[in-house]
């Protein structure tokens, strides 16, 4: 099974940085994703990391460390519409492929 | 553009009756799609993985014989609360590959 780590909320300033970190115990891996959750809306996909490394898209960029079960997710230039929910998940190695989600990390972005 | 899509977006039914969501992939075949439910404040909760041409697997505690899936076509898998009560009011979201769809809200009254 899964068990993803991620600190339940954050609060960050308008124009900074923030860095979400994710940790991750698993029994078998193929990928870690991250996405994004307003409330009362669906998660929308962020990113997907399978080999140890940092990708980078525009403001978000995430960090995966295989060896270590990390993850991080970075805001840059943080903007109110950040203000949301980060998912961390875990896809697994095995047939159908499930994808375990971490509970979420709340961002509130403040003036 | 959206790449999953869910019919309806909300719907209000009374106690008793059952309640259809579909989930539809635009773009690519999907012969795994995968149903979540997420209640006010609360995780997303996998509910079952539904198999284009056979069974549905349901996670554990999951009442097949409640929520019923069938995924006929490639691009289709449908989602159907039957005897919906008012514990089942929450947001029904499928999953294809890495794409969520928009969600469904369901109330049942």
């Known amino acids: 099974g899964q068990n993803i780590d991620q600190p339940t909320e954050m609060t960050a300033t308008e124009g900074a940085i923030v860095q979400i970190n994710c940790t991750y115990q698993?029994?078998?891996?193929?990928?870690l994703f991250w996405y994004q959750q307003h409330a009362g809306e669906a998660p929308t996909f962020l990113s997907y990391n399978v080999l140890d490394g940092l990708e980078e898209k525009g403001r978000f960029s995430s960090f995966l460390s295989r060896s270590k079960g990390y993850s991080y997710l970075l805001l840059k230039e943080l903007q109110m519409k950040d203000s949301a929910s980060y998912l961390c998940?875990?896809?697994?190695?095995?047939?159908?492929?499930?994808?375990?989600f971490g509970t979420g990390t709340k961002l509130q972005v403040i003036p | 553009g959206a790449v999953v899509s869910q019919h309806p977006s909300r719907v209000i039914c009374k106690s008793g009756t059952s309640v259809k969501i579909e989930c539809r992939s635009l773009?690519?075949?999907?012969?795994?799609m995968f149903w979540y439910r997420q209640f006010p404040k609360q995780s997303l909760m996998l509910m079952a993985t539904s198999n284009e041409g056979s069974k549905a697997t349901y996670e554990q505690g999951v009442e097949k014989d409640k929520f019923l899936i069938n995924h006929a076509s490639l691009t289709l898998s449908t989602l159907t609360v039957t005897s919906a009560h008012p514990e089942d009011s929450s947001f029904y979201i499928c999953r294809r590959d890495q794409y969520f769809g928009p969600g469904t809200r369901l109330l049942v009254l």
């Open positions: 998940a875990v896809r697994d190695s095995g047939g159908y492929q499930k994808v375990t």
């Open positions: 773009d690519f075949q999907a012969t795994t």
């Open positions: 698993t029994s078998g891996f193929n990928g």
